[in-house]
Antibody
């Protein structure tokens, strides 16, 4: 079955760190761009970051530049998001997303993992 | 990286047609044929319903159609059904590897 499964969410204090993981299965993970998309409670979707198949290119939304780092381990079919200096406004469900059908869109989504930044 | 502009809410009766607009700029929507649309039901992950402006993934009802003119893309849903009651988001490639979503539109099927 083609799927993405996120983990690593939780409650963290402002200024803290958290590492999200996304396990991929059912498709050739290593040849596709991978992305993180988040959704604050009751709000819309926001693209956060993506990474090229070879990991050589990474892009971020301005609001997380310098604080978040996206990475991948193709041997483990896994995507990661290291989040540092977390702020209350980073509170959201974080989705892992990909495009295994090469549709230049986010064709496959995980179920999401909730990150809450609060003291 | 400003969000694309969508109406906050639209509504329609079963059987009717509705259109949701998505306005960007010449740096995103107007520059690439890479607008996609997503349907999201409460508590669920988004689902791709339109990609590359006008294409529909297999398995998605042909009641969903996409179009684009200049910096504005549109999603039309014909023959509204109760299960279409959901949130809808547009998304566009926005240069240099980045993507931008619209603010979302809540569709109420009355």
């Amino acid at each position: 079955e083609v799927q993405l499964v996120e983990s690593g969410g939780g409650l963290v204090q402002p200024g803290g760190s958290l590492r999200l993981s996304c396990a991929a299965s059912g498709f050739t993970f290593s040849i596709y761009w991978m992305s993180w998309v988040r959704q604050a409670p009751g709000k819309g979707l926001e693209w956060v970051a993506n990474i090229k198949p070879d990991g050589g290119e990474k892009y971020y939304v301005d609001s997380v530049k310098g604080r978040f780092t996206i990475s991948r381990d193709d041997a483990k079919n896994s995507l990661y998001l290291q989040m540092n200096s977390l702020r209350a406004e980073d509170t959201a469900v974080y989705y892992c997303a990909s495009d295994p059908s090469s549709r230049s869109a986010f064709d496959l989504w995980g179920q999401g993992t909730m990150v809450t930044v609060s003291s | 990286q400003s969000a694309l502009t969508q109406p906050a809410a639209v509504s329609g009766s079963p059987g009717q047609s509705i259109t949701i607009s998505c306005t960007g700029t010449s740096s995103d929507v107007g520059s690439y044929n890479l607008v996609s649309w997503y349907q999201q039901h409460p508590g669920k992950a988004p689902k791709l319903i339109i990609y590359e402006d006008i294409k529909r993934p297999s398995g998605v009802s042909n009641r969903f159609s996409g179009s684009k003119s200049g910096n504005t893309a549109s999603l039309t849903i014909s023959g509204l059904q109760a299960e279409d009651d959901a949130d809808y988001y547009c998304c566009s490639y926005a240069r240099s590897g980045t993507w931008v979503f619209g603010g979302g539109t809540k569709l109420a099927v009355l």
